[in-house]
């Protein structure tokens, strides 16, 4: 293949790109490439050295002295597990140094040092450019639960000798792997036991998956599955219809009286220190999920006793501050409740919106004419047959829209609308 190396780094680079923002994830501030960085990464391997903690042999190797750590090596996973045996040629001093320069070898891309030409070890490029943004302490650092040992092991090591501290990192979150339901191994496309995203995502929503991860423990392994996520679509599709229909309770178009305030107010603090509780506790997002889905089911059964015994007052003021910590709280967490349908060319957005929302109106216009009667008994049935066509026409034009993901809801003389994800069918709130 008559690729550089440069050229193929960067066509998967975009490509991990363009899925990342396809899931929502918000880009970082700043992307650093080692390629762009080898003058900072020789001066920290430098230091090093300087510092006693590290070595270079006849052969052009560099390698990290484990042995000047004495005790401190391990503080991840308690004991250091055994390293790998070394083959007879290997230039170290002791079995489990490990490399932080590896002299060039043919075929492979090299950058010239004080040692000769070679390229960094693996650990090595993450101390020098995590140390250049953040300098001298790191606050939270996370990734897979395989990288612990020997990965960020060697990256506290690395890091604290250079910068001559205690202590390098605060917090290590390591995250369990996805795994396809039925099986052991982590998804991965080495093992040819994955689902691209794009795969995924013409299928899915972004949301579904977000509220699948949310869902377990991100200490935990995941198991994919169709079952999984079709959970999770039900749980957001449920969530979405409370949201709506309590929209519609507040705008008086959904019948319905008063409701057990002091119950709901009481319901909602509860489930504020819930949350709070639970992203406290190792950030147990299960358990703040579950806080939030069971205040929206108590929200549900007050919807369903008001519609059973409409008239009297309404109690708006509760069902917006229920609805407005739901919104905020899957919003915190990147899910979308409530989305607009996009369409390219002027107008945008905004437009679809008006043109569905006045198309929206004239139906239920054109409805409310055909359902009116006169109080005379004949005169009311004889109209209700004449008009019956309009009504007709009415429920043609809602099937109609359904098709192009419109869902239109009748709610006695009030109709309401909101769109449907293709992929998920999903309701989003339109009006």
Known sequence: MNVSPASLASLYEEDFKQDMAALKVLPPTVYLRVTENIPQIIAFIERIIANGHAYSTPKGNVYFDLQSRGDRYGKLVGVAPAPVGETDHSDKRHASDFALWKAAKPREPSWASPWG??????????????????????DIHSGGVDLAFPHHENEIAQCEVFHQCQQWGNYFLHSGHLHVKGKEEKMSKSLKNYITIKDFLSTASPDVFRLFCLRSSYRSAMDYSDGAMLEARRLLRAVAAFVEDARAYMRGQLAGGPVQEDVLWERLGHTKGAVQAALADDFNTPGAVDAVMDLAHHGNRQLKAAAEAAGGPRSPAVFGAVVSYVEQFFETVGISLAERQCVSGAGGPAALHSVVEELVRFRQKVRQFALAAREAPGEAQRQLLERRPLLEACDALRRDLA?????????????????????TEDPKPGS
């Open 403 to 423: 098709a192009h993901g419109v869902s239109i809801k009748d709610r006695g003389g009030v109709s309401t609308w909101e769109l449907l994800d293709p992929r």
């Open 117 to 138: 030409d070679g390229r960094p070890g693996w650990h090595i490029e993450c101390s020098t450019i995590a140390s250049l943004v953040f300098g001298s302490r790191l």
